[in-house]
């Protein structure tokens, strides 16, 4: 479970940033959220501050830097130019990308214009992602991307909190899951849904795509679970525009396998944690669900 967010910038860091950097001193701040690894404070609605939680949080946010130095020139969606600052605590500083998040029912209301040109925006990031030189992502810090935990206990309570016809199918469909080697394919970001998106709601466009966090190296496929999220449709279209850029083919039984392992993972940790169940179990639901996208055979 995430820990909560304060409700006010704490004073200390606070101090950090204008000690930092003192021609923020009368700036507004205010709690943007906070993550896994971070606290975010977001400055006059102009830029960000990222606080890491802990050791391991910290190791993080050092690597998320050099993967976006790396990674900037290549692509030509906005993401985070990140500053560092090291003494006496160690924070990141970027200009905030200008949009907010993307969640279902807004793409929902989308044009059709705007909901193609999405797809081809998203297409044209991984592809250009995916064609970066893996030795200097690699040196960079880059490895191979985390897997979900879909070990047979873990996901032991999720059977029986799951109607009976979607409980056989989620089963059959994850020991296709796991008899499959997954392998490194690409250097990719992995995690492209609305929440890390900076989108504009008024003109209907994309500005920009953050959180590199979890960028490493997995198969193509992959990028197009978290998109998943936003909608089924906007995978469709995503996959469509990608093998249009890239020539390279998607095999949708491997986004199905994929996606269907992301979903139950995530439902079996709600369990575990008490938060979010129905919710995840809805996602379940709908993944398995005829008319959402049917369990596709092996292949293409």
Not at 47 to 54: D, L, M, R, S, V
Request: aromatic residues 10%; hydrophobic residues 50%.
């Amino acid at each position: 479970m995430l820990p909560e967010a304060p409700a006010e910038v704490p004073p200390e860091l606070r101090a950090a940033i204008t000690d930092a950097f003192p021609e923020l001193t009368e700036s507004r701040f205010s709690v943007a959220g906070r993550g896994w690894h971070s606290l975010a404070i977001d400055i006059d609605g102009r830029f960000i501050a990222k606080f890491p939680q802990g050791a391991d949080a910290e190791k993080a946010l050092l690597r998320e830097a050099r993967l976006l130095a790396a990674v900037r020139p290549h692509v030509s969606l906005p993401v985070p130019d990140m500053q560092l600052v090291e003494h006496p605590v160690v924070f990141s500083m970027h200009r905030k990308l200008a949009g907010s998040t993307l969640l279902r029912a807004d793409y929902e209301c989308l044009s059709e214009v705007a909901k193609t040109a999405l797809a081809d925006k998203l297409a044209q990031f991984f592809a250009e992602l995916h064609v970066i030189d893996p030795a200097h992502m690699r040196a960079t810090g880059a490895g191979p991307v985390e897997w979900w935990d879909v070990r047979a206990e873990t996901l032991a309570p999720v059977w029986a909190q799951l109607p009976a016809p979607v409980a056989e199918l989620a089963e059959a469909v994850w020991r296709d899951y796991v008899a499959r080697i997954w392998p490194d394919e690409v250097y990719g970001f992995f995690d492209a849904h609305g929440w890390n998106m900076a989108f504009d709601h008024k003109a209907q466009r994309l500005n920009g795509i953050f959180d590199f966090a979890d960028s490493g190296f997995g198969p193509v496929a992959r990028e197009f679970v978290p998109v998943s999220l936003i909608s089924l449709d906007l995978a469709r279209r995503a996959m469509a525009a990608y093998e249009m850029r890239t020539g390279r083919h998607v095999r949708t039984s491997d986004v199905y396998l994929l996606t269907a392992a992301a979903r139950l993972s995530e439902f079996a940790g709600a369990i575990e944690t008490g938060e979010h169940v129905d919710t995840m179990r809805d996602l379940v639901i709908d993944w398995f669900a005829p008319t959402a996208w049917h369990r596709p055979a092996a292949g293409p």
